[in-house]
């Protein structure tokens, strides 16, 4: 009987509780902005933090919050940006699209190398170490971490290097963060040139490991002065200066370092 009793008031007990905790779950509920979740859906839900957010969640919050703007979602573009902007009943202009660009073009025996490595196969470990072994200090190590961090199955290794799809690149910037020698960076996606280096080896060291290297010889100047220049024996394009042809500074490249097209 002493069981039986304490059975039933264990479960008096429970029903109480739970009816308590219902009460206050009521009465300290807060409601939130139905237009949260209208944002939330329209994302692409990648969570890539390209927004500078934590998630879509937290940027879809801040959205509507005022604290972000309707057009921060990289990897949504123009399309997501017109959605959001429609749900919050404000304007947006257009969002330039971007995709990343690989500033190295050596590939398979191209890549001069100084001795072994056979250490820990990422970029970051080889960084630690001693470079992996290759002779350019300042090339594209080609373990993949760029490829192992893309949300959008955007990248592939081709003869050691890696290759981006422009058209599944959102141009988030996850690569551009990841990569440890920092030679990832984002251009205009109409601007369909981009400098595969990134020594600032002289071009007699750069003639001597890389044949594909930019050597600094500053022809590309000379025939497009607007859009590129050198600085550290490396050129480098002005991607704000659009609709200038720059196919003769591709053509009298020596090297070839300068390439086109996505």
Do not use: W
Request: charged fraction near 20%; charge should be positive.
């Amino acid at each position: 009987m002493l069981i039986l009793i304490s059975v039933i008031m264990l479960g008096a007990l429970g029903f109480l509780f739970a009816g308590l905790l219902g009460l206050a779950a009521d009465y300290f509920r807060v409601e939130e902005d139905p237009r949260i979740a209208s944002v939330l859906a329209v994302l692409p839900g990648a969570n890539c933090g390209a927004c500078g957010m934590a998630g879509c969640r937290d940027y879809a919050e801040k959205v509507v919050l005022g604290q972000a703007a309707v057009t921060a979602c990289v990897a949504g573009g123009s399309g997501t940006a017109a959605k959001i902007s429609e749900i919050m009943g404000v304007g947006c202009g257009e969002v330039e699209r971007k995709v990343a660009v690989v500033h190295c073009g050596a590939k398979g025996e191209q890549r001069k190398k100084k001795g072994n490595y056979s250490g820990v196969k990422t970029c970051m470990a080889v960084t630690l170490v001693d470079g992996g072994g290759l002779a350019c200090t300042y090339g594209c190590l080609g373990y993949g971490d760029c490829l192992a961090i893309c949300p959008f199955g955007a990248i592939e290794m081709r003869e050691g290097l890696p290759f981006i799809d422009p058209e599944k690149c959102t141009g988030c910037g996850k690569c551009v963060s990841a990569c440890p020698r920092k030679i990832i960076s984002l251009r205009p996606y109409d601007f369909k040139v981009a400098i595969a280096c990134s020594s600032r080896d002289s071009g007699a060291v750069v003639r001597k490991i890389c044949p594909v290297g930019c050597i600094g010889c500053k022809l590309c100047v000379k025939q497009v002065a607007d859009v590129f220049k050198v600085a550290d024996n490396l050129a480098s394009i002005d991607y704000a200066k659009t609709g200038i042809a720059c196919g003769p500074a591709v053509e009298k490249c020596p090297t070839k370092c300068i390439v086109t097209g996505n």
